[in-house]
């Protein structure tokens, strides 16, 4: 991404991303009056896993011990008349290949959809479950198969829009530049130079080591005589939390997939209406304002409804101003990509093997050592390269992006100011679930999400992904 672009002020970034909900409205396509038919089909199925599950997302995993609302595998699927593609997301944290995979060959068998022409996607909520466990891997697999074979089924002739609009008061950069060296520590031994949700309105603050994208991107269809079938939105922010320990929930993503079902007037047809929240590039941006002292106090749950409340009501307000066309063409493409694993040197061999000697009860020179020491090691021991799955979609002028890793904000504005189409956005943690991706500039500055454990490939992996991305777009151009 250039200085320039990242140097934009906020208010031009906004313009920019309401300015794209009316740009796409603009282009010339063609009608279903020279013969050719668009059709959308949407459905969901339950994938909540059994409680005794371990919730996952922090250092220490936890029980399932709550439903506090059911989560669901989604799938849209679009049909041109020559090519189907579908989108499936997935109320969970990330989820493993061996699971899409699993699911990819029950799709194949129950429907004439092409496997290679699916992006599947996690939301990232931190209320869900392991995705790789014997017990519930086979639910996951299962649930977003029933999803794509209904949503294939539901298939008739429809109408296609899509835009964008801005909402920035959601997003914040939490990686920041600080002015207290024992904030910027970490598991190594070492010093950053920035450090990830640092003490909310700390004099240390100085300054976000990122930007954010404020544009919340969506893609809707109705049936013909204007019915909501579906509508898939996409927002780069990581998630919202502010639930009981143990826990599961949809979080915000689940919020707002049910208020803008409410907004469209869905409920008002006996047809269900599929409301989908994918999460954007938000590898380093979330809902705290750090700035801030003090602030509002919220009780259980109450937060991420406002998150949603405002994201939904924004997208009410652009969806208002698209204009749905007849058809338009649909492609996919994808290609894997090698990368090397990072593996620790001597001197970090030698230094957590010192950390794994410690007595239980010795001084710690950061809270996580330990768990990092393990991690390095499993990094040491583990394989030297993995194959990434990389995928991009086209719907007319709209390019859809799939990487899977928590992806920086950096990198999606990146592909969205090359991207040779007039609109795209990214779906991150799709098709399979690596950590996190920063760039080469902010794996210097360091902080958690650069961290070897945390990051777990080649320290360039971004420059590689986003070639390939840009490369598949203009192929599919």
């Known amino acids: 991404m250039s200085s320039s672009l990242r140097q934009l002020p906020v208010s031009l970034l906004i313009a920019t991303a309401i300015l794209g909900a009316f740009a796409s409205t603009l282009v010339p396509v063609a009608s279903a009056a020279d013969g050719r038919i668009f059709r959308a089909g949407a459905a969901m199925a339950d994938i909540t896993p059994p409680l005794g599950e371990m919730v996952v997302g922090g250092f220490a995993p936890f029980p399932a011990t709550a439903i506090h609302d059911k989560l669901f595998a989604k799938c849209l699927v679009l049909d041109d008349g020559e090519t189907q593609v579908a989108f499936v997301i997935c ?6 290949r061996e699971v899409y995979d699993n699911a990819r060959k029950m799709i194949a068998e129950e429907t004439k959809l092409s496997p290679d022409n699916i992006l ?9 479950t392991r995705s790789s466990t014997d017990r519930y891997a086979p639910i996951l697999a299962r649930g977003i198969a029933d999803a794509a074979r209904q949503a294939y089924a539901n298939l008739e002739p ?8 801005g909402e920035p008061s959601e997003v914040f950069n939490r990686r920041w530049f600080v002015s207290q060296r024992e904030l910027l520590q970490n598991p190594f031994g070492g010093i950053d130079k920035v450090r990830m949700n640092p003490p909310r309105g700390s004099a240390a603050l100085i300054e976000p080591a990122g930007p954010v994208d404020p544009e919340v991107s969506f893609l809707s269809v109705q049936s013909k005589d204007g019915r909501p079938i579906a509508l898939l939105a996409n927002y780069s922010l990581h998630y919202v939390g502010g639930v009981d320990k143990g826990d599961i929930s949809a979080d915000y993503f689940g919020i707002f997939s049910r208020r803008i079902g409410e907004l469209l007037d869905a409920t008002a047809s006996d047809r269900p209406f599929v409301g989908m929240m994918s999460n954007g590039t938000s590898g380093d941006v979330n809902n705290i304002n750090f700035r801030a002292r003090g602030g ?13 409340e405002v994201v939904a009501q924004r997208v009410k307000q652009a969806h208002d101003q698209i204009e749905f066309r007849d058809w338009v063409p649909l492609k996919s493409a994808r290609r894997e990509l090698t990368l090397k694993f990072r593996k620790p040197d001597e001197a970090m061999q030698k230094y957590m093997a010192e950390v794994m000697a410690k007595p239980a009860d010795a001084e710690k020179f950061h809270r996580y050592e ?10 040491l021991d583990g394989p ?8 991009a979609v086209r719907i007319g002028d709209l390019a859809i992006a799939a990487i899977p890793f928590e992806v920086f904000t950096e990198i999606g504005l990146e592909i969205k100011k090359e991207a040779p189409f007039k609109d795209a956005f990214t779906i991150e943690l799709a098709n399979d679930s690596h950590g996190y991706l920063p760039t080469p500039r902010q794996h210097e500055l360091g902080g958690y999400e650069t961290w070897m ?14 070639a390939v991305i840009l490369d598949l777009m203009r192929e599919l151009k």
């Open 91 to 96: 109320d969970n944290l990330g989820i493993i």
């Open 384 to 391: 030297d390269e993995v194959s990434i799955p990389l995928q």
């Open 370 to 379: 330990t768990n990092y020491a393990e991690r390095v090691q499993k990094l």
């Open 120 to 128: 599947m996607a996690a939301t990232h909520t931190h209320s869900g």
């Open 296 to 308: 509002k106090s919220y009780d259980k749950y109450e937060k991420m409804t406002e998150v949603a």
């Open 158 to 165: 429809a109408r296609i829009g899509w835009g964008g609009v």
């Open 453 to 466: 454990g945390t990051n777990r490939v080649q320290l360039d992996a971004s420059d590689k992904i986003t």
